[in-house]
């Protein structure tokens, strides 16, 4: 047997020891690393579901507009072939009392004129606010019809700013940018 030289039996157990630290140390890092991606992960996963839940809150906003615009858009001079209810559907009362005086007028203008109307958005778009707000903008083709049967196309456009209330888009702002508003 061959003697040990001096030192060795002390060498062993110092470099499994260190061995030993150094593991942990990876270990650590590795622990340290997953947390931070695991908090990647989770902010990640909160901006998918943010954008998606944007992306719905356009499409169902853009959907409503386009519903309101038409009924605002479309009326007749004929009794019960018209209705301008819709003012009783803009969900800030200080806008819904800003229009009231303005559909009275418009009312008596179209069965004055003997007007008829029929509109359509064309074209639309939507800045999301946040999940509960969208602002869109409409464009409008309103067909005319004269007393005459003459028709005409006019086109306009209108801004809206839906709010999301108790389930349901509703308008809470709107503006004629082609007409005079109140």
């Not at 008829?116 to 074209?123: F, I, K, N, P, S």
């Not at 969208?134 to 700013?161: K, R």
Request: include cysteine; proline fraction near 4%.
């Amino acid at each position: 047997m061959r003697p040990e030289e001096p030192g060795t039996a002390r060498t062993l157990p110092v470099l499994l020891a260190a061995a030993l630290v150094a593991c942990l140390a990876v270990a650590g890092w590795l622990v340290v690393r997953h947390d931070d991606q695991s908090e990647q992960l989770a902010d990640v996963r909160e901006q998918v579901r943010r954008l998606d839940a944007e992306k719905q809150a356009s499409r169902a906003a853009l959907k409503a507009a386009g519903a309101f615009v038409a009924k605002v858009t479309t009326y007749s001079y004929k009794p019960g072939q018209h209705d301008f209810a819709w003012v009783e559907e803009l969900h800030d009362p200080e806008v819904r009392e800003r229009y009231e005086p303005v559909v009275k007028d418009l009312q008596r203008a179209i069965r004055q004129n003997r007007t008829t109307a029929e509109g359509r958005v064309v074209d639309s778009a939507a800045r999301v606010v946040d999940e509960s707000q969208v602002e869109v903008l409409a464009f409008v083709d309103q067909a005319l019809t004269d007393p005459g049967g003459e028709v005409s196309v006019e086109q306009s456009s209108i801004t809206l700013t839906m709010q999301l209330v108790a389930g349901e888009w509703r308008v809470d702002e709107i503006r004629f940018l082609n007409a005079l508003n109140p």
